[in-house]
Every structure is written in structure tokens, then in C-alpha cells.
């Protein structure tokens, strides 16, 4: 009986001593989960403010620059081959993405091989967006060398407007009142960019064979093209398993390809003369690398931000080119200007404030997905 007892009072002691222990093992556990969570939501915050500002720089460096190496005196580069260059960085930089989502160099060619290399059709499916946009990224090199930086920045944002138009057409997708309304403003507002007084045309860098009606004509084209082209593309991801970053390898493999037939044919005889090179310099290089860093941080952004911070990126990316061209090109505002660039900020904020539910694709970037607007 004693030791039965003294077994049994053990055993209570035991059991009390786990119910005392219990709790605090299920507390401790619940405040790693909690810092876990903590730390995921920091981390996806830094990144969300990370890419935003990134994604702002680049949208207002990409123009100053490129428009300061299309105007600065010296050797001029082949527009044609910087174009190459930077869909080839696009494809370089989308098959490190894929690398690190396969985790190894022969889990990534062995994916390359079964989804590329035995898929030829699939791939031809890119051919036609490639082409579009391998013309359009070239229009933008003539636009910005017979337009400011500030006037191209404003006047690009059309490409909101011909989206949405071949969205509704070719998507059949569906815009709010206050879209449709924010258009309208966005069209005024560009409208009223192109009207300013001669003496505020005047710049530094402004050169006498420089034609705005052609760089005009060049935006406009553009914008035309990059809308039907996102369209097609975000079609093509709508439609399929492949992963964004995939498509983006082939998107730029096929540009790469259409690239070279087109500086072949425009400026071959040049380049044989004068090199591929000719002309280049950091700063052409940095052109480069903003131009083929845009869609990544696009896709970051709608990833880990939204499409209303998105179109915060734009409209302060607008704001920083008329600053920047204030005074390093010596551009002058005009009332018409600043009333345009004005409506055309609160028409981006519009646009990406009343989205529609249930508007947004379901785009497949790798592992997981997420919504994407392709702008």
C-alpha cells in the first residue's frame, strides 16, 4: 500500500509537473510562430518600399538619361544595338530568377530543355509580342531624341489609355465609371502638354534638327504598340501554366533575335564600319541596365505592392522628370504644361484606385502566384 501509494503520488507529481510545463512549451512556440510572422511581414514591408522606390528611380532615370545621351555632343551610339543589349540583360537576369527557383545549373537546363527546346510552337507564341516590342523599345530612342524628358515622361503615359482600350476589346475586361472617367482627364492632359509657348520650348541640349511632330508621331506609335503587345502577352500567361519568368526568357531570346534583323537592316552597314560599340560609354550602359531592369521591377512591385502603389511610382516618376529637366535641361514649365502633367497624375491615381474586382489575372511567376497588371 505505501509504495503503491508513493507510485501513485510520484506519478500525480509527474503529471503536475508536465501540466505546469505545458503551457509555457505551447507559449514559447507561439511566440516563435509570432516572430516568424513578424519577421515575414517586415521583410515582404522593405521589400514593398525597396521596389517602389526602385521602380520610381528607374522610371524618371531611364528618361533623363537616355534623353541626355541622345542629345550630348560626341559620338553618337547605334540605338539599334543598345536595344540588343538590353533584351539580352532581360534574358540573363530572368534565367538567374529561374536558376534560383530550380536550384540547380541541371534542374534549370533540364527545365529549359523539356519547356523551350521541345516546345517550338509554344515559343512562337512570343514572336508576336517580341516583334511589337522590339520596335517599340526603338521608337522611344527617336521620341526622346526630338522630345524633352519632361513632355515624353507625360506624354508616354498614353500607354495607360490604348492598355485599357485593347484590355476591353481583346479581354473583354470590364472598367469602372471612375476608369473610364480618368481617360478621359488622361487625354486632356497630354493634350494640354503638347500646347506651350515657343519660348518655353528652348533647352540646353536642344539641337536644330530636332522635330517634335516626329517625336510626337514616335510616342504615340509606341504607346499604341506597348499597349497591344502587353495585351497579347497577358493573354498568352492567362492562357497557360508557364511561369513569368519563362516567358520572359522567351520573350527576350525572340527579341534578341528580331533585334539584330533590325540593326542589320538599319544601321549594318555603320556598325561593319565603325564597330558595334561605337559611341558607348558608362552612361549608355547605364541606359542599358535601366531599361532592361523596368518589367523586373514591375513585376516586384505588383507582387509585393499593389497596382494603386504602382501607379503612385508613375505619377512621382512624372514629377521627378519635370523637376530633373528644370535644371539640368534648362526646361521651362508653362501653365498649359503643368495643368496637363497635373490631370495626367490624377488620372494614373484614378486609374489604379477603382480596379474592378475580380479584374486582375492570375499570372503564374514561379512557384507562386500572383496578380499582374501588364502595363
Known sequence: MINRESGSLEQNSHEERNLLETPDSATDSTSEE?????????????????SLVLLTLQNALLILVMRYTRTRKGDMYFATTAVVLSEGLKVLTSLMILAAQEGTFIKLMCYLRDNIWRQPLDCLKVSVPAFIYTLQNNLLYIALSNL???????????????????????????????????????????????????DSKSSKTATTDQRPSVGLFAV????????????????????????????????????????????????????????????????????????????????????????????????????????????????KLSFPFTTGAFLVIISVYIYSKFVPENSLPQVNVGKEKSPSRLM
Do not use: H
Open 34 to 50: 509570432t516572430a516568424d510572422d513578424t519577421g515575414q511581414c517586415m521583410t515582404r514591408t522593405m521589400l514593398k518600399q525597396l
Open 148 to 198: 524633352d524628358a519632361a513632355t515624353f515622361q507625360v506624354s508616354y503615359q498614353l500607354k495607360i489609355l490604348t492598355t485599357a482600350l485593347f484590355s476591353v476589346l481583346m479581354l473583354k475586361k470590364k472598367l469602372s465609371p471612375q476608369q473610364w472617367s480618368s481617360l478621359v482627364i488622361l487625354f486632356v492632359g497630354v493634350a494640354l502638354v503638347q500646347f506651350r509657348p515657343e
Open 220 to 331: 504615340i506609335l509606341s504607346c499604341f504598340m506597348s499597349g497591344f503587345a502587353g495585351v497579347y502577352f497577358e493573354k498568352i500567361l492567362k492562357g497557360t501554366k508557364q511561369s513569368l519568368w519563362l516567358r520572359n526568357v522567351q520573350l527576350g531570346s525572340m527579341s534578341v533575335i528580331i533585334g539584330l534583323i533590325t540593326m542589320e537592316i538599319k544601321d549594318g552597314p555603320k556598325i561593319q564600319e565603325r564597330g558595334f560599340f561605337f559611341g558607348y560609354d558608362y552612361v549608355v550602359w547605364i541606359v542599358i541596365v535601366f531599361q532592361s531592369l523596368g518589367g523586373l521591377l514591375v513585376a516586384v512591385v505588383v507582387k509585393y505592392a499593389d497596382n494603386i502603389l504602382k501607379g503612385f511610382a508613375t505619377s512621382a516618376a512624372i514629377v521627378l522628370s519635370c523637376i530633373a529637366s528644370i535644371y539640368l535641361f534648362d526646361f
